[in-house]
């Protein structure tokens, strides 16, 4: 793993969004992963001032989300189908179409999660994977005990979860219960991952996925295993390293 070390979040997102270009002018078609969340949108900012300027083209680019509440409407400002349009698809110029995000609406849940999986393979597979960390370390909503092989599946949201994500709603009992997310072992196969944490309440998490054992108790540490792994962190989350 290759570990950074920010004096700050903005710094962090600077540096995560070099890697992302790196990368994405590296790949013919780039195929991004997409995670929602507070942390990655420094990185998006950073993205959208280089394709303003010119020094990226992510026209031919598509993407793929992490993830996907089950049961909110898909046109509720929080489904992440929302804020991915929102925060990435828009100010980035990607191209609607081409953006994907799980269907946590679909009649039928576990064939929406395996299309998922299989129109990510049909893509050619993810080039660089972004994530952000839960506090509990979570990527993804691969919640702990999570397998590492897992794929795209339903799973229901750890109750730290639900309450961390509670400030996006009018009452805990609005927080959606479960979600699609890409397994650990989906993620697993991107070519590069980068995750991106700040704040001093993700310093726990970082710690323990970074230093730790690889422990299905702490999902994030299975990028321990990762070839191209790469963590971006302010000072604040770096504390405990
Ligand atoms: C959310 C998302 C994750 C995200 C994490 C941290 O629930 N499903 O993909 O990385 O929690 O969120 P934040 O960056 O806002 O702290």
């Not at 949108?41 to 993407?63: E, T």
Request: hydrophobic share 45%; with cysteine; charged share 20%.
């Amino acid at each position: 793993m290759e570990i950074v070390i920010c004096p700050d979040a903005d710094e962090v997102g600077r540096v995560a969004a070099a890697k992302v270009a790196q990368v994405c002018r590296a790949a013919e078609t780039p195929v991004l992963g997409l995670a929602t969340g507070s942390s990655p949108l420094a990185i998006y900012r950073h993205l959208q001032a280089m394709v303003a300027d010119g020094r990226l083209d992510l026209s031919g680019a598509s993407a793929f989300a992490l993830d996907e509440y089950v049961g909110l409407d898909p046109a509720h400002p929080e489904s992440y189908r929302s804020v991915i349009h929102r925060t990435v698809t828009e100010p980035l110029g990607l191209d609607p179409a081409r953006v994907h995000v799980p269907d946590g609406a679909a009649d039928d849940l576990e064939e929406a999660a395996a299309a998922y999986d299989r129109a990510i393979r049909d893509a050619g597979g993810v080039d660089v994977q972004i994530l952000g960390i839960g506090s509990n370390g979570h990527i993804g909503f691969n919640e702990p005990t999570s397998s590492f092989a897992s794929r795209t599946r339903i799973k229901t949201l750890a109750e730290r979860t639900r309450l961390d994500n509670q400030r996006f709603f009018d009452s805990l009992e609005e927080v959606p219960t479960h979600c699609l997310t890409q397994g650990l072992g989906t993620i697993m196969e991107a070519r590069h991952v980068l995750l991106v944490a700040q704040g001093a309440n993700k310093a726990p998490a970082v710690a323990a996925s970074v230093e730790g054992p690889v422990s299905s108790m702490w999902p994030a540490s299975v990028l321990q295993f990762h070839q191209h792994a790469t963590v971006v962190v302010d000072e604040e989350a770096a504390a405990q390293l």
